[in-house]
């Protein structure tokens, strides 16, 4: 699967599964709370503070699945370990961007969701595959890995 089909057709894949159980759950649910708050936007009666709401929670949890993340990555020596949490700090300069002109109110949010998706695939495709690989080399049962 291309990044581009990723986009598309956004939902849930079973080509993005890592087979760390922890992490594919974590990255499920990120994907339900975009599809959450692009079915709010899209709703009829779209209540901004609603909107505002959501995307705080996204944006906790998106955190909350980096400091997971990045624990892993410390716990099995990961050697591209600051890289990747230098992708994660873009990431988290990018929304707080996206969240000043949510609060100027000139965010265009689906630009924001299709930035959110892109990302999101493409850093599990590629990025976050190369950690499953380091793991399944190194020999380590990756379905039951625990933080």
Request: proline letters at 1%; hydrophobic letters at 40%.
């Amino acid at each position: 699967m291309t990044i581009s089909e990723g986009i598309m057709d956004y939902c849930w894949k079973n080509e993005y599964k890592l087979n760390i159980n922890i992490i594919d759950e974590q990255h499920k649910s990120l994907f339900d709370a975009i599809e959450d708050l692009e079915k709010l936007i899209n709703s009829e009666g779209n209540q901004s503070h609603a909107v505002d709401a959501l995307l705080a929670l996204l944006i906790h949890y998106t955190d909350y699945h980096f400091k997971a993340e990045e624990q892993l990555l410390e716990k099995i020596g990961y050697p591209d370990l600051p890289q990747h949490c230098q992708l994660h700090k873009e990431l988290k300069n990018s929304v707080l961007n996206f969240l000043q002109e949510q609060k100027e109110k000139t965010l265009d949010v689906n630009n924001f969701l299709v930035f959110l998706r892109y990302w999101l695939v493409k850093h599990i495709l590629v990025e976050d595959r190369k950690y499953a690989n380091f793991l399944q080399k190194k020999g380590q049962n990756l379905g039951n890995i625990s933080l």
